[in-house]
């Protein structure tokens, strides 16, 4: 059980681990089993929804080394501003191209923010402390946004990677997503995020790869699948 779940709240999962998906998942041959154990499982879920009633503001972690990260959080960033919402994106260690999604966003005009603050990859820029400089800015610039009500949501896109690589130290980021107001979500992305931040988060997601045609097939990066 997790912290701050109630025990009802727990039962409803389980039952509803219990009771499964349905499909060829569930065991009843009989329509009419079939259409009893689905409607147990209608009930259960309504009663999971209801017993969830608090909104938060969450912090998210896309991380791992799959393919993804990015892609999820943007994801999150076309929800929210589908629903009229600001959000602002800030790009740590990218920022030597323009991707395709910077281009496509511009559409919402002023209700996204994007800044791209890096020069490239450690080594493209082959400059360590100039990449040092360069992440403390994008810092500088993430925490206008965290600490604003203005914007929804706030992607801090591969801030993990600039924590691992000892540019941005965990107490930080932590300190910065303190003070966030109560309702802004915020999404931090990149491979190796430290344990301190997975144990601070809401929602971590771990990308894990399998296959790569870069790797496996020699395929170079390409427009619309790798930026």
Not at 4 to 33: C, I, K, W
Not at 75 to 101: D, M, N, S, Y
Not at 140 to 154: A, G, K, P, T
Not at 203 to 213: A, D, S
Request: aromatic content about 6%.
């Amino acid at each position: 059980m997790t912290s701050g779940e109630t025990g009802s709240a727990h039962d409803l999962d389980q039952s509803a681990a219990d009771l499964g998906m349905g499909g060829d998942l569930a065991p009843e041959r009989d329509a009419e089993a079939y259409r009893a154990r689905m409607r147990r499982r209608q009930e259960v879920q309504q009663q999971r929804v209801q017993e969830r009633s608090l909104e938060k503001g969450l912090v998210m972690v896309f991380t791992g080394h799959g393919k993804g990260k990015t892609t999820a959080a943007l994801g999150l960033a076309l929800r929210t501003l589908g629903h009229g919402e600001r959000v602002a994106v800030v790009q740590f260690i990218k920022g030597g191209w323009e991707p395709g999604e910077a281009r496509a966003l511009q559409a919402f005009g002023e209700a996204l923010q994007w800044h791209a603050l890096g020069e490239g990859f450690t080594w493209v820029t082959q400059d360590r402390e100039r990449d040092r400089e360069l992440v403390q800015g994008a810092w500088q610039q993430s925490l206008h946004y965290l600490r604003s009500s203005e914007h929804q949501l706030v992607i801090l896109d591969e801030i993990n990677v600039a924590l691992k690589l000892g540019y941005l130290t965990l107490e930080q980021v932590i300190a910065g997503l303190d003070t966030r107001p109560e309702l802004t979500h915020v999404a931090l992305t990149g491979r190796g995020a430290p344990a301190g931040l997975i144990d601070r988060a809401d929602l971590v997601t771990e990308m894990t790869l399998v296959r790569h045609p870069f790797r496996e097939q020699g395929v170079k990066a390409q427009a619309g699948v790798e930026y």
